[in-house]
């Protein structure tokens, strides 16, 4: 099967073939969480840097906010990595934007026209087509991706996501994607784990920077003002000098 069969099985000898030897990446067909799957593996000492688990299928996959991320079987790419920064951990709360940075990026090298909603959602034309989150363990971090590929319009989880697939991108073969975006990120994390900045790429790719935002944070006060740029924290400094480190943004038109 080629790049055209977008519900094709994941195959882990193709996918292994085609990756550098950082990754190191365990395929299964059904679990609850690739993210619980690889805390579980790294706590009991297990793992290491470089380590993914991709499943056809995540019973209680989550996204931000211990929001769910539920996608029908073989739709959606929806794996988990650990890295061992070596970088600051100051600075580790740049990680998940970096990620978003990375795949947005390579997305858009295959048509398909990603941007990202701060911290890590990733847009086409201001639905979500994918999300990240990241939990620091042990002596680093697992970053947790999900991302919408052949996913139909009655199989949307909800109103404003959308799917590669509906998007016009030809290219829906996960066996393809994930070494391909593992790659890229490979690339892009050891740049930045070297020292080099990447706020200026990140800036570029961003739905969210100029724009009028609410903010709904942990608190429950709703912040509304306009984002202005983003630091090597990952955090979005605003117009009226707030600085914000976690928190659900609306885009306002």
């Known amino acids: 099967m080629g790049i055209d069969a977008p519900r094709a099985p994941l195959d882990q000898s193709r996918i292994t073939a085609a990756l550098s030897r950082y990754w190191r990446v365990s395929v299964v067909d059904l679990t609850a969480s ?22 056809n299928y995540q019973s209680a996959g989550r996204g931000r906010l211990d929001r769910s991320f539920l996608a029908p079987p073989s739709t959606a790419l929806l794996f988990s990595l650990y890295l061992n920064p070596t970088r600051s951990r100051d600075d580790w709360g740049f990680i998940p934007l970096l990620a978003g940075f990375s795949i947005a990026d390579t997305l858009r090298k295959i048509s398909a026209n990603v941007s990202i909603k701060w911290p890590n959602d990733l847009l086409i034309d201001e639905k979500k087509v994918g999300g990240i989150i990241s939990t620091a363990v042990g002596q680093g971090v697992i970053i947790g991706i999900g991302i919408n590929i052949s996913t139909t319009v009655t199989e949307l989880p909800v109103e404003n996501a959308t799917s590669l697939a509906l998007s016009g991108v030809t290219k829906l073969d996960r066996n393809f994607l994930l070494p391909l975006l593992l790659n890229a990120f490979e690339k892009d994390f050891t740049q930045w784990d070297q020292g080099e ?54 885009h306002l038109r």
Not at 202 to 218: K, M, P
């Open 34 to 55: 690739t993210q619980d799957d690889l805390a579980n593996k790294i706590t009991a000492g297990d793992g290491k840097s470089g380590d993914v688990i991709v499943a």
């Open 197 to 250: 900045s990447f706020l200026e790429q990140y800036s570029q790719l961003s739905a969210t920077q100029g724009r009028e935002v609410t903010i709904a944070g942990l608190s429950e006060n709703m912040i509304r003002s306009r984002a202005l740029s983003f630091d090597e924290q990952g955090r979005l400094h605003l117009e009226d000098g707030q600085i914000v480190t976690v928190g659900d943004v609306v």
